[in-house]
């Protein structure tokens, strides 16, 4: 399966995870990249609208889980945006164009070799992560492109691996809203062969809803990885308005 259409994100939202010790790993909503016609800001959650983005949580819990802030921007205060080489902060957590392996990072991404992206698609689809820090760029999918393709990683997998038994690459999967459930009303499920095998980020979740209602999305099994202890897996939706239906590529 390859990212033929790339969504182009207006905004992409930050997140961070604390480290593997804390007793919470649940993703920190920390703040958002957005793409303006005069050029990108990031700006810090704060207030009453980063308690609302996180759940409920105060950011003195997000400060007591190890959070020491991120380091492409420390501001003097929580309040401050960003304009000047906010992009090019976040590119420089990507691989250098110039390396070897650069075409296969790009094709892990399920990217062509030399793709024509623009550099809000491509943070979006590799979420400029490195393996040391937690961070990570999210896209909230408040994109209204007609047709793109989009990967999800899907929650909470590693946690469903006696229902995913026989879910291999390629395998088609349904997204489910469950209003019933009773820990999160607003949840949206990844389904093989009728077994929830993980669920939606929440930061993915009103977006994703939406797109449910106006767009024809097939979902698919893109790639399974991670460590034996922490196994990951990640869903490639292929998203269109005229509810045509093609094959996996």
Known sequence: MKIQ????????????????LSADRSRWAIGELINEAFGAEFRYYHGQEFTAKNCGREYQRLLDDGYEGFPGFYPHSRTQSFRTDVVEAFRRRLPPQRRSDFKQYLEHYGLDATPEISDMALLGITGARLPSDGFELIDPLTTTGDRFEVVLQIAGYGH????????????????DLEPENKFDPNAIAFRFSGQTIGYVNRLQV?????????????????????????????AFLRVSSDGQKKEAA
Do not use: C, D, H
Request: glycine content about 6%; charged content about 25%.
């Open 160 to 175: 469903y691996l006696s229902q995913a038994e026989g879910a291999q690459v390629g395998a088609r999967l349904s997204i």
């Open 206 to 234: 009103e977006g994703l809803k939406r797109l449910l209602a106006e767009k024809s999305i097939e979902a698919f099994i893109m790639r399974l990885n991670g460590t034996q202890s922490s196994p990951r897996a990640y």
């Open 5 to 20: 259409t790339p969504n182009t994100p207006e905004r992409l939202v930050l997140a961070w995870e604390a480290p593997k």
